[in-house]
């Protein structure tokens, strides 16, 4: 599953049925009952499994699954394929995370129940990606009309891939991307945005740009797809965002982050209004929940 499979008018039905989950929660309480999701996760995580597991529970039904690939078949070698076969015959619905680029594509291709890509190496995160604009639509009231800045590590940050392909399709959304020379969105990226003539650019300093966004979604750089330690450390507090920064920021910018946080956002900022990184890990359950329902037909 991918943002992208869904057209933005399914998008937004996803997003109202989030919001009157997040609004009559007892309405959906017994909705799963009867209905197992499998959480197969060959990549460490904390909030994207808890939050897939919540939600299932949440919705009344059980959870099964594994939380790293060494405790699974994977470590004797089995495929996803095969993982997956089988994993059909225990469950109803089933979200996947792996190391390898593609790999919960190919799992869906060979699977009889829904397979939701919980993350795929560098490549894309769609469900992060509807948290995020669940998020947005929720606390901005819009998904059009505003100025975006993505910080951080943009090359392997699978969150910025996946919401800069979900952004291109809704109007006037311009894009600034804040990162260092080594750590630029892909060009698989850049040409798809000249492609289609959208608005962007590319800069180095975020204290520059600031002044002018609506939204700045800071990311970690992500330590476990370098090739050597030496060029993380070089580039791991690179941007640091603390109160003097957010004081060159309108008033009403928004500041998201997938988490985990490392240092890229000083904890002082949290008790700021604009900090909603917090928030948005509770916006992620209702969509999750929402995503749930809309796959098993049962909303
Ligand atoms: C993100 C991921 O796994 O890509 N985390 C998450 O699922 N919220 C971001 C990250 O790990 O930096």
Known sequence: MNPLDFTVEELDSLFDLADDIQKEPEKYAHICEGKKLATCFYEPSTRTRLSFETAMLNLGGKVIGFSDAASSSASKGESVSDTIRVISCFADICAMRHPKEGAPMVAAGRSSIPVINAGDGGHQHPTQTLTDLLTIRSLKGRLNDFTIGLCGDLKFGRTVHSLVNALIRYENVRFVFISPEELKIPS???????????????????????????????????????????????LKDFYVLNKEKMELAPQDMLVLHPLPRVNEISVEVDDDPRAVYFKQVQYGVYVRMALILRLLELA
Do not use: A, C, H
Request: net charge negative.
């Open 188 to 234: 698989y990226l850049r040409s798809t945005l000249l492609d289609k003539g959208i608005e962007f650019e590319e800069v180095i300093r975020l204290e520059d740009v600031l002044p002018k966004l609506d939204l700045l979604y800071m990311t970690r750089v992500q330590r476990e797809r370098f090739f050597n330690e030496e060029d993380y450390v070089r």
